[in-house]
């Protein structure tokens, strides 16, 4: 009953005094979203990071370390050590244990994007997120030699539709002073996007990556040995070299044999890597950071619960009276100091409610943009058991800050006599 | 000595006998004279300031433990409650008014008036038949217009807000009121309404009070008058 009291008095105080307290309340809830966003953010980011590759069992490239192999298949970023010969290639597609293989052929750019040769097998059979299929939101697939296909991320910022001319440049870097200018390609179709790094890439044949080539072997367009269109059409190409292969087994169990066996190959320097295993030695090594952030936000936390002591013993000044009221109708300093617990419990469960609801309305107002801008794909989705903990470890370290105010009232309202009546 | 209890005939609601109290860092101890208030009487205890006042109602509610001495209430020796059970004793028996700020800021006026009861069984019980209406005829009584019943009591005059202590203090029919010049804040018309409601209902249900005050213009209000001499400079 007196547990009762306290909760109705301590509402009712906090409801008089809410125009003081509300400033302080939002700076507790603002600090309380921060937190709960970071860690709901990490969670997300690793699920959009590790789902970038799905479905792929191996990489192959050259021999290199995994994160590089992975770096710059998956995430066009940095560059190969090394080719693939295709004879190598055609190898590998006599193996009868694979059930598809991708080529991939790096090297070129266009207007700073990655420019990866491969054929129809990448949009038969690459995978992300949680087993998705790549699709063409307008055209179609390349056909012709100097067909492109668009990643959503391009075609947007580049503002490119089906049937436009684009000339790619040669080797990587936005500005580049060596450009395909005789072959210039026409848009064939855009990709759905992904929320992955494929958005932010063009795609031509492996034919046509060769074709445009052509008269390069130095480094640089030497004149009258380059072709025009024309000219390429007429011809057949096949390609000397490739950069990497993304592969997938018919039989899961056999991929570490697989994989030793390409390691091992005799005919070149060869490594085969796991994507997964190397998605989460990549996360890993990235996770230092976020952990840094969440460990900074959580004294933003403390900050502002220290913020709200200070105010709350402000206020205390301000309450002698009331207190001297409420000792002389028979109030134990037991339920004084219980009224200030709670009304330190309560502006930070307002503070939560607010953090959550907060998130509530921001995730799906700003995931949209996130995934245009930043390729991550943030769902709304119930609060994880972390996460509850984290949001509970607020109103827990709201009870232990709420011990100063409550225990100097407690202790003061103790030795005070009628009305306050004190030593002066 | 027998207590007050085995006595027949009126039971003294405060006995007071050669009480001291002694603050820290005071050079001496203040002293009290011996008092004795039977139930349903009233006693005018004037006091100038610095006579004390504050402690003898502080030691009389159980809020300070005196240095020599004895209280008892109802009988009871208050020394002999500790810390919570003396809170529960001024909860269930003690309605105070102060000189002011009586009220908690919060809570509308029915809230405070009704504040013991939700603080000591015994006076809900007492507060026939429910607080809530006890409380609005306490208030219609004291001459609180009901449209002020559930206003926020700040916004209320000095006089109203005394008048609602009155009301909180009678509430539940408490033995002993004790009042820290509850009028002095008020004008001289004021003062005498205020006392003549408080006084008449304090007899209506034969409550003891224990009013402390400079202006000895109100002693004829009380059956008895008695002062405290200035201990302090």
Known sequence: ?424 | MTTANSHPGPRPAIEITDLSFHWDRAPKPITFPDLRLNQGEHLFLHGPSGSGKSTLLSLLAGMLSPSCGKVRLLGQDMAALGNGARDRFRADHIGVIFQQFNLVPYLSAIANVTLPCRLSTIRRIAASPDPGQEARRLLEALAIPPDHWQRKVTQLSIGQQQRIAAARALIGAPEIILADEPTSALDSDNRDRFLRLLLELARAQNTSVLFVSHDLTLAHHFHYQTGLQETRP
């Not at chain 1, 840094?292 to 502002?304: H, M, N, P, Q």
């Not at chain 1, 107002?365 to 996130?370: N, V």
């Open chain 1, 1 to 424: 009953m007196k547990l009762r009291l306290a909760l109705s008095l301590a509402s009712a105080s906090l409801w008089h005094r809410r125009k003081v307290l509300a400033l302080v309340c939002l700076t507790l809830t603002l600090s309380v979203s921060l937190l709960l966003g970071i860690q709901y953010l990490r969670t997300e980011v690793k699920q959009s990071f590790t789902s970038t590759i799905s479905d792929t069992d191996l990489i192959i490239g050259a021999r290199s370390g995994q994160l590089n192999l992975l770096l710059y298949t998956v995430f066009h970023i940095g560059d190969a050590t090394n080719n693939i010969r295709w004879s190598s290639f055609r190898k590998l597609q006599e193996d009868k244990r694979f059930s598809w293989l991708i080529p991939i052929s790096l090297g070129d750019s266009y207007q700073g994007y990655r420019v990866v040769g491969t054929n129809d097998a990448y949009l038969e059979h690459f995978r992300y997120g949680q087993g998705s299929q790549l699709a063409l939101a307008r055209g179609k697939w390349f056909h012709s030699l100097f067909d492109v296909v668009l990643g959503a991320g391009v075609a947007r910022s580049l503002n490119h539709s089906v049937g436009d001319q684009i000339i790619l440049a040669h080797g990587g870097g936005s500005v580049s002073f060596s450009r395909h200018q005789n072959t210039p390609f026409t848009v064939s179709g855009i990709l759905e996007p992904t929320g992955t790094p494929v958005d932010q890439a063009v795609y031509i044949s492996l034919p046509a990556m060769e074709a445009i080539h052509v008269g390069w072997e130095s480094g640089v367009a030497i004149p009258g040995r380059t072709l025009t269109r024309e000219q390429a059409e007429q011809k057949q190409f096949t390609p000397k070299a490739i950069t990497a292969v993304l592969a997938g087994l018919d039989r899961k169990i056999m991929t570490f044999r697989v994989q030793r066996e390409i390691n091992q190959y005799a005919g070149e320097p060869l490594s085969a890597i796991l994507p997964g295993v190397a998605l989460s030695e990549l996360w890993r090594l990235m996770g230092q950071f976020e952990k840094a952030l969440l460990g900074i936000t959580g004294f933003v936390v403390i900050t502002s619960l220290i913020g709200l002591t200070a105010v709350l013993l402000t206020l205390q000044a301000q309450r002698t009276h009331e207190i001297a009221v409420l000792r002389a109708t028979g109030a134990s300093p037991g339920l004084i100091a219980t009224l200030y617990l709670m009304e330190c419990l309560g502006l930070a469960l307002v503070a939560c409610l607010g953090a959550v609801l907060l998130g509530m309305i921001a995730i799906p107002a700003i995931s949209p943009w996130l995934t245009e801008a930043y390729g991550l794909n943030i769902r709304l989705r119930p609060l994880s058991q972390e996460e509850w903990t984290l949001l509970g470890l607020v109103p827990g370290a709201a009870l232990v800050v709420g011990l100063i105010p409550a225990f100097g009232t407690w202790r003061r309202s103790r030795a005070q006599g009628l009305g306050g009546a004190q030593e002066k």
